[in-house]
């Protein structure tokens, strides 16, 4: 029974921060993924960030500039410091986990930002 859980969410000003976690708990032996995604209305569900299988990072491009991806393997946890935002990047944002070869996703935490 595992479970992912996304954290962090809430309303900010365009330029403002905020740092996003992601826990993923329960019957797991070890995560081999973690990585953010955030779907807009009317929009697919797009990568924000990842660890990839070799642990290199990867950033969407519209991202790369102002966030940062972070993790702590022990804790199964992952982290996004979000800078300078813009109201673009309004989204839910989602957490995926892998581990034994099967996805997990967290419910989302809303992120809006506001001019």
């Known amino acids: 029974q595992a479970q992912v859980v996304e954290s962090g969410g809430g309303l900010v000003q365009a330029g403002g921060s905020l740092r996003l976690s992601c826990v993923a708990s329960?019957?797991?032996?070890?995560?081999?993924?973690m990585g953010w995604y955030r779907q807009a209305p009317g929009k697919q569900r797009d990568l924000v960030a990842q660890?990839?299988?070799?642990?290199?990072?990867n950033y969407a491009d519209a991202v790369k500039d102002r966030f940062r991806i972070s993790r702590n393997k022990a804790r199964n946890a992952v982290y996004l410091q979000m800078d300078s935002l813009k109201p673009e990047d309004t989204a839910v944002y989602y957490c995926?986990?892998?581990?034994?070869?099967?996805?997990?996703w967290g419910r989302g935490t809303q992120v809006t930002v506001s001019s």
């Open positions: 995926k986990a892998v581990n034994a070869g099967i996805d997990y």
């Open positions: 329960g019957r797991i032996s070890g995560v081999n993924y």
């Open positions: 660890f990839a299988a070799d642990g290199s990072i």
